[in-house]
């Protein structure tokens, strides 16, 4: 018999921050190394190291490139990791766009915050640095999806298509013959992009996603309230701003609104993406036709019809511009990014509809938005919100409840324990007993730094 450690280090018991350590007599493998997003005690402890020695893990293995799956790769390294990141080669691009941006990002707020003082810190320090994004970079390396690849003597995994986002896996280990499932995120059967997720047969011990585990998509048209809204818009001659998440929703919101005026279902009106990242993420469509399902000729199209904002000047001519307009700008859950400028300059005007497109995590100025605050703080200052705000919770990329209990409907075996992860507790518990009673499966919910002791 084996002993193995599975150490819970981050979406235990939250939706962020997924990391997992897997620890063996052969190998020691993390799932995952995202960024804690959301509320100001989890964001904190993004500065805490993290309570293993990193130097001793092998590898890591990425079942996509969002930021809470990703974002701390930088600061892993920083402690001493030095083995492969590895992940399926789109998984990689996005993961490298999203890194860049994300550093900039800290390196630009940690400016701001020492020059208009408003951090406590002096002086404030950025996570971590562009050049320590880089330097992350040099340890990447792509495998493809559905090849099992041998990690050791009694250790192989393989990553299988999950939709959710371009790239995305769920993740199969098989340690000394017991088959590990990490289902990383979830995507959904019905996808504008993306083909349905495949779905394991056997999992002895399975690590799944509750994001959506007590909820069901509203059976809403995006189209027709994407409709509604932009004629409401040109009629109020104001603005409909739409923060948006760079990988998948801005592509799917740019592929519907281009639908639309291909249709001939809303007016000739100016629509512009301002997110550098969401620009760079176009790229990866471009280069991975085979991950996703959108025809080129479209994809050339529907990019000809968006005003592609490429500088930080040109954001500030938008805003100028007294033109009835669409503006779709990073980020989605209106945590920092681009969309932040907009919403300064116009969320105290009663003509500008803000639009939330997907989950809004706690904690999270998109979270206060939904639950209606009359004020929102930016960059240290409050601003009054007079804006309208409305929300599609249906263009989620993440599988509801049903697509959770469908994605394991395939499995033939009883797990011997099913630990559900990345999710808050109201989703968890609601899943936990809706596994249980479907399938009389044992569910646990781990506590963030738990460890768990299985023998094999």
Request: net charge negative.
């Amino acid at each position: 018999m084996q002993k193995i450690k599975i150490h819970f280090l981050g979406a235990a018991g939250t939706v962020t921050g997924s990391k997992y350590l897997i620890e063996t007599p052969e190998k020691n493998i993390l799932i995952d190394c995202g960024m804690f997003q959301g509320l100001k005690e989890l964001r904190e402890k993004n500065w805490e190291y993290l309570p293993i020695d990193v130097s001793e893990i092998d590898v890591v293995l990425l079942t996509h490139g969002h930021l809470d799956h990703t974002g701390y790769l930088p600061r892993l390294v920083k402690q001493g990791f030095r083995g492969k990141i590895i992940g399926t080669a789109p998984t990689l691009a996005i993961t490298k766009i999203i890194l860049l941006d994300s550093a900039k990002i800290h390196e630009e707020e940690a400016e701001k915050a020492n020059e208009e003082g408003y951090s406590k810190h002096k002086p404030a320090e950025p996570f971590y640095n562009v050049e320590e994004a880089e330097f992350t970079l040099g340890f990447f390396h792509a495998e493809e999806k559905d090849k099992w690849i041998q990690l050791s003597e009694n250790i192989k995994y393989r990553f299988r298509y999950n939709g959710h986002i371009i790239g995305a896996t769920f993740i199969e280990l098989e340690i000394f013959g017991k088959i590990f499932v990490f289902s990383g995120d979830i995507g959904r059967e019905h996808d504008l992009l993306l083909s349905p997720p495949e779905k394991p047969e056997w999992a002895d011990y399975l690590f799944m996603e509750s994001t959506y585990g007590n909820k069901l998509h509203p059976q809403e048209s995006v189209s027709d309230k994407l409709v509604e809204l932009i004629n409401k818009t040109i009629h109020n001659r104001g603005n409909l701003i739409i923060p948006s998440f760079a990988v998948e929703r801005l592509q799917t919101l740019m592929f519907l609104l281009w639908k639309l005026y291909d249709e001939n279902r809303i007016p000739n009106i100016p629509i512009f993406i301002d997110s550098p990242m969401g620009n760079n993420v176009l790229s990866v469509f471009q280069n991975f036709p085979d991950w996703h399902k959108l025809p080129m000729k479209d994809f050339n199209a529907m990019n000809n019809r968006m005003n592609i904002i490429t500088s930080y000047k040109e954001t500030w001519e938008t805003i100028d511009n007294p033109q009835p307009k669409v503006v779709i700008a990073g980020s989605g859950m209106v945590t920092g990014g681009r969309v932040l400028t907009y919403l300064k300059q116009m969320i105290d005007k009663s003509n500008t509809t803000v639009l939330l497109v997907g989950y809004q995590a706690e904690g999270t100025r998109g979270r206060q938005l939904l639950e209606g605050a009359y004020e929102l703080k930016f960059f240290g200052k409050y601003y009054p919100v007079k804006a309208e705000v409305h929300h599609i919770e249906s263009l989620s990329a993440h599988a509801d409840q049903q697509g959770l209990l469908d994605w394991t409907s395939n499995i033939k075996n009883i797990p011997e324990e099913v630990f559900l992860i990345h999710g808050e507790p109201t989703a968890q518990d609601a899943f936990r007993v809706k596994l249980r009673d479907t399938y009389g499966w044992n569910v646990t919910i781990p506590k963030l730094y738990e460890i768990k002791e299985i023998m094999v």
